[in-house]
């Protein structure tokens, strides 16, 4: 039992530090590409796109999960099994966020593979959870 109470200890440490690295990768991010504004290609603009649509739609189901949490638990270690909504809406937000400046700090010929990276696992990962009967509303 003693070795489950650290175990549980560490993950909330490890959670709350996870939390502090996002924030700060977020500040560090706004900071560093607020004086070099790349511009995105067409194709890169619909892969940045296409994330935030897969990011969108992840955040959604996991509210739903939110509001279900007697049928549902998210598997997400950063928010852990049963989170709040303003934690889930904060985390979507800041991924979001961080994601598109990566992309635009980026060297062009990295964005493709950046994105084409970023995007592809969420589809089978939006599918299994469709699949477990989690749907979106609005």
């Given at each position: ?17 996870m ?30 796109l ?13 509210l ?6 007697d049928?549902?638990?998210?598997t ?40 084409t ?5 969420q ?16």
């Amino acid at each position: 039992q003693r070795k489950t109470l650290e175990n549980l200890l560490n993950l909330k440490e490890w959670r709350l530090m996870m939390k502090k690295v996002m924030m700060l990768s977020l500040l560090i991010l706004t900071l560093s590409t607020s004086t070099i504004s790349k511009e995105l290609t067409k194709s890169q603009k619909v892969g940045e796109l296409a994330f935030q649509t897969v990011n969108f739609i992840d955040m959604m189901q996991t509210l739903e999960i939110v509001q279900h949490d007697d049928l549902y638990y998210e598997t997400n270690p950063i928010l852990g099994d049963h989170p709040q909504q303003h934690e889930v809406i904060t985390y979507f937000m800041i991924r979001g966020a961080v994601h598109y400046h990566i992309t635009k700090w980026l060297p062009k010929k990295l964005r493709v593979p950046w994105l084409t990276v970023t995007v592809l696992p969420q589809i089978p990962i939006i599918e299994h959870n469709h699949n477990l009967g989690i749907r979106i509303t609005f």
